[in-house]
C-alpha cells in the first residue's frame, strides 16, 4: 500500500513537472518530436529526447543481386538519390531493421538478405542506427522516432524512381518493429510492414502513434516470439498490433530457450528497464526473442509450411481445439503471410531449432470400458513413420464412452496417413490399477490432420488393446 502511494505521488509530481518541462527537438525536414503525450505516460516514465540522423549515424546498406555481399554493399544517402547504385525502380524493395544493441552488420540481417535476394529479385536496404540503438533503453526507444522518421524520407525520396509505396515492405525486428510504425504512419500508403518480436518495454499498451500498428500500412503482419510479462524480463509484446499476428509456440518462450536469462527472474516494471541494460551490456542473448527473426528467415526458402491456425488463446490453441480452418480461415507465418485473407491471431508449433517443422494432428480415441494408464501412438503416412508419441506424461483415468482428445506434433511430413500403432500401458499403481482390466476395448479412434485438413478414421471398433500389446489400425473403408 505504501509502494502503490508512493507510485501514485512520483506520477503525479513527475507528470506535474514535466508537463512544465515538454521539450522537444527539431531536426530540419524531418520535423519535431515532442516529449509530450502520448510519448509521455504512465506506459513511459522517463521519456528522453531523441538524437539527431547525425548523431545516431543513420545508414542504409543496399543488397541486390548484383551485389548479395558485405563486402559489396552500396550506401543510399537521404537527398543522394541512388545515384549509380544497383538500387532499380522496377524490383520491389525489402527494407530490414534492428532493434536494441545491434547494428547493420548484425549477420542475421545478411542472412536474411541472402534468404530474401534467392527467393526475389529485390532491392534490400538493411538500416543500421547502431549508434542510437545502445543502451541506455529509454534513449533508443526515443531515438526511433528519428530513425522511422529518416526512413520515411528515404522511401519518399526511393519511391519517385519506383517502385511505388505500395511495394515497399519494411521488416523490423524489437524496437525496429515501432520504428517501421513511424516509417509507415508519414507514408500514404507503405505495402507492408512486418514485425518481429516487436520489443514491449515502453511500447505495450500505449496509444497508436507511440507504437507499430494496423494503421501504419495496408498490410502489418507480427510474429511474437518473447512475450512473457516485461516483470519476467519478456523483451516482446503479447498484445495484438497488426491485421495478423503469430504467436509460434504460444508467443512467450521458445522451444529450445530453457537456459534463456529472461523469464528467469522476477522484477518490477521499474528495475525490469535497469536490467535490461544490465544484461545488454554483458552481451547477453536473447533467444526468445531472437527467434522471431529466425523463423521469418526460414519461411523465406523453407520446407516447412508454417501453417498458422485463427484461436482466441494460447491456452484453447494448446488443448488442440483450435486446428480447424473452415470459418476464419488459417494464415501462415512468415514469408507468405501476406498471400491470406484471413486477420487475426494465429497459432502454431516450431521445433527448437532448424528444421523448424511441425505437423499437428488431433487425435481422439473413444473407450468401451474404463482406462487407467497411458497410450503410446506411431503414425505411419505414405512418406515416413513418426516416432512412438506417448499421448499422455503420466497414468490417466478415462471412463468409457469419453472422448479422449490429445494434441501431438511430428517434426517431419510423413504424408498421408495410411494406419497407425496404439499400445496402452495400465497404471502399475496397486492401489487404483486392481479396478480395471488388463484389457481395454475402443469404440473410436480418429485423427485430424490439420496441415491437410482431412480428417482420417480408423477400423476401431471392437477391437482390444491389452496392456503393453501394441496393435495396428487401418483406415476405415479396408477394415
Ligand atoms: C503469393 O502471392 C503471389 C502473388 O500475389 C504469388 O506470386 C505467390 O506464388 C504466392 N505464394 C504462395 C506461396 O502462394
Ligand atoms: C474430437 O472430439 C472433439 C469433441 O467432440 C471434436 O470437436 C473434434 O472434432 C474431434 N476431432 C477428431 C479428430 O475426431
Redesign the pocket.
Given at each position: 500500500m505504501k509502494a502503490l502511494v508512493f507510485l501514485l505521488l512520483f506520477n503525479w509530481s513527475a507528470g506535474f513537472l514535466l508537463d512544465s518541462l515538454d521539450q522537444q527537438a527539431c531536426f530540419g525536414d524531418l520535423g519535431c518530436f515532442s516529449t509530450a503525450p502520448p510519448f509521455r505516460s504512465v506506459e513511459r516514465p522517463i521519456d528522453l529526447l531523441p538524437k539527431s540522423p547525425a548523431e545516431q549515424q543513420i545508414k542504409f546498406y543496399l543488397h541486390t543481386r548484383e551485389n548479395p555481399s558485405v563486402s559489396s554493399e552500396e550506401q543510399l544517402q537521404v537527398g543522394g538519390g541512388v545515384g549509380s547504385s544497383h538500387y532499380s525502380g522496377s524490383r520491389k524493395t525489402k527494407i530490414l531493421v534492428h532493434g536494441f544493441t545491434h547494428n547493420g552488420h548484425r549477420q542475421w540481417l545478411l542472412n536474411l538478405a541472402t534468404s530474401l535476394l534467392k527467393k526475389e529479385d529485390l532491392n534490400v536496404i538493411i538500416v543500421d542506427w547502431g549508434h542510437g540503438a545502445g543502451i541506455p533503453y529509454t534513449q533508443a526507444t526515443a531515438n526511433t522516432r528519428v530513425v522511422g522518421a529518416y526512413i520515411a524520407k528515404l522511401i519518399q525520396e526511393l519511391s519517385t524512381v519506383g517502385p511505388s509505396l505500395a511495394d515497399f515492405h519494411i521488416i523490423g525486428h524489437s524496437l525496429g518493429a515501432h520504428i517501421a510504425g513511424y516509417a509507415g504512419e508519414r507514408l500514404k500508403t507503405l505495402g507492408q510492414i512486418t514485425g518481429l518480436d516487436p520489443a514491449d518495454p515502453y511500447f505495450q499498451g500505449t496509444d497508436v502513434r507511440v507504437r507499430l500498428d494496423p494503421s501504419d500500412a495496408a498490410f502489418v503482419d507480427v510474429i511474437h516470439t518473447d512475450g512473457s510479462s516485461i516483470v519476467q524480463l519478456g523483451f516482446g509484446v503479447m498484445q495484438q498490433v497488426g491485421h495478423v499476428d503469430f504467436y509460434p509456440n504460444g508467443g512467450a518462450n521458445q522451444p529450445g530457450c530453457d537456459s534463456d536469462f529472461f523469464g528467469k527472474l522476477s522484477h518490477t516494471v521499474w528495475t525490469a528497464v535497469t536490467q535490461l541494460d544490465t544484461l545488454a551490456a554483458e552481451g547477453a542473448v536473447a533467444c526468445s526473442h531472437e527467434r522471431s527473426y529466425v523463423l521469418y528467415t526460414d519461411s523465406v526458402n523453407s520446407q516447412c509450411p508454417y501453417t498458422a491456425y485463427p484461436c482466441t488463446s494460447a491456452s484453447e490453441y494448446a488443448a488442440g481445439?483450435c486446428l480447424?480452418c473452415t470459418g476464419t480461415g488459417c494464415s501462415e507465418m512468415g514469408y507468405n503471410a501476406k498471400n491470406y485473407s484471413a486477420r487475426g491471431s494465429f497459432y502454431l508449433d516450431t521445433a527448437s531449432a532448424s528444421p523448424f517443422c511441425e505437423f499437428h494432428?488431433?487425435?481422439?480415441i473413444t473407450g468401451r470400458n474404463n482406462m487407467d494408464g497411458t497410450i503410446n501412438i506411431v503414425l505411419q503416412g505414405t512418406k515416413g513413420r513418426s516416432a512412438n508419441i506417448p499421448l499422455m506424461t503420466s497414468s490417466e483415468v478415462h471412463t468409457k464412452g469419453h472422448?479422449i482428445?490429445k494434441f501431438v506434433k511430428v517434426p517431419t511430413d510423413i504424408g498421408p496417413l495410411t494406419n497407425i500403432a496404439l499400445e496402452y500401458d495400465k497404471t502399475t499403481n496397486i492401489l487404483t490399477g486392481w479396478a480395471y482390466p488388463n484389457d481395454w476395448q475402443l469404440v473410436g479412434m480418429?485423427?485430424?490432420s490439420a496441415e491437410e485438413q482431412k480428417?482420417?478414421?480408423f477400423c476401431a471398433y471392437g477391437k482390444t488393446l491389452t496392456s503393453h500389446k501394441p496393435i495396428a489400425l487401418g483406415l476405415t473403408g479396408t477394415c
Amino acid at each position: 500500500m505504501k509502494a502503490l502511494v508512493f507510485l501514485l505521488l512520483f506520477n503525479w509530481s513527475a507528470g506535474f513537472l514535466l508537463d512544465s518541462l515538454d521539450q522537444q527537438a527539431c531536426f530540419g525536414d524531418l520535423g519535431c518530436f515532442s516529449t509530450a503525450p502520448p510519448f509521455r505516460s504512465v506506459e513511459r516514465p522517463i521519456d528522453l529526447l531523441p538524437k539527431s540522423p547525425a548523431e545516431q549515424q543513420i545508414k542504409f546498406y543496399l543488397h541486390t543481386r548484383e551485389n548479395p555481399s558485405v563486402s559489396s554493399e552500396e550506401q543510399l544517402q537521404v537527398g543522394g538519390g541512388v545515384g549509380s547504385s544497383h538500387y532499380s525502380g522496377s524490383r520491389k524493395t525489402k527494407i530490414l531493421v534492428h532493434g536494441f544493441t545491434h547494428n547493420g552488420h548484425r549477420q542475421w540481417l545478411l542472412n536474411l538478405a541472402t534468404s530474401l535476394l534467392k527467393k526475389e529479385d529485390l532491392n534490400v536496404i538493411i538500416v543500421d542506427w547502431g549508434h542510437g540503438a545502445g543502451i541506455p533503453y529509454t534513449q533508443a526507444t526515443a531515438n526511433t522516432r528519428v530513425v522511422g522518421a529518416y526512413i520515411a524520407k528515404l522511401i519518399q525520396e526511393l519511391s519517385t524512381v519506383g517502385p511505388s509505396l505500395a511495394d515497399f515492405h519494411i521488416i523490423g525486428h524489437s524496437l525496429g518493429a515501432h520504428i517501421a510504425g513511424y516509417a509507415g504512419e508519414r507514408l500514404k500508403t507503405l505495402g507492408q510492414i512486418t514485425g518481429l518480436d516487436p520489443a514491449d518495454p515502453y511500447f505495450q499498451g500505449t496509444d497508436v502513434r507511440v507504437r507499430l500498428d494496423p494503421s501504419d500500412a495496408a498490410f502489418v503482419d507480427v510474429i511474437h516470439t518473447d512475450g512473457s510479462s516485461i516483470v519476467q524480463l519478456g523483451f516482446g509484446v503479447m498484445q495484438q498490433v497488426g491485421h495478423v499476428d503469430f504467436y509460434p509456440n504460444g508467443g512467450a518462450n521458445q522451444p529450445g530457450c530453457d537456459s534463456d536469462f529472461f523469464g528467469k527472474l522476477s522484477h518490477t516494471v521499474w528495475t525490469a528497464v535497469t536490467q535490461l541494460d544490465t544484461l545488454a551490456a554483458e552481451g547477453a542473448v536473447a533467444c526468445s526473442h531472437e527467434r522471431s527473426y529466425v523463423l521469418y528467415t526460414d519461411s523465406v526458402n523453407s520446407q516447412c509450411p508454417y501453417t498458422a491456425y485463427p484461436c482466441t488463446s494460447a491456452s484453447e490453441y494448446a488443448a488442440g481445439r483450435c486446428l480447424s480452418c473452415t470459418g476464419t480461415g488459417c494464415s501462415e507465418m512468415g514469408y507468405n503471410a501476406k498471400n491470406y485473407s484471413a486477420r487475426g491471431s494465429f497459432y502454431l508449433d516450431t521445433a527448437s531449432a532448424s528444421p523448424f517443422c511441425e505437423f499437428h494432428y488431433q487425435i481422439n480415441i473413444t473407450g468401451r470400458n474404463n482406462m487407467d494408464g497411458t497410450i503410446n501412438i506411431v503414425l505411419q503416412g505414405t512418406k515416413g513413420r513418426s516416432a512412438n508419441i506417448p499421448l499422455m506424461t503420466s497414468s490417466e483415468v478415462h471412463t468409457k464412452g469419453h472422448i479422449i482428445s490429445k494434441f501431438v506434433k511430428v517434426p517431419t511430413d510423413i504424408g498421408p496417413l495410411t494406419n497407425i500403432a496404439l499400445e496402452y500401458d495400465k497404471t502399475t499403481n496397486i492401489l487404483t490399477g486392481w479396478a480395471y482390466p488388463n484389457d481395454w476395448q475402443l469404440v473410436g479412434m480418429s485423427i485430424l490432420s490439420a496441415e491437410e485438413q482431412k480428417m482420417y478414421t480408423f477400423c476401431a471398433y471392437g477391437k482390444t488393446l491389452t496392456s503393453h500389446k501394441p496393435i495396428a489400425l487401418g483406415l476405415t473403408g479396408t477394415c
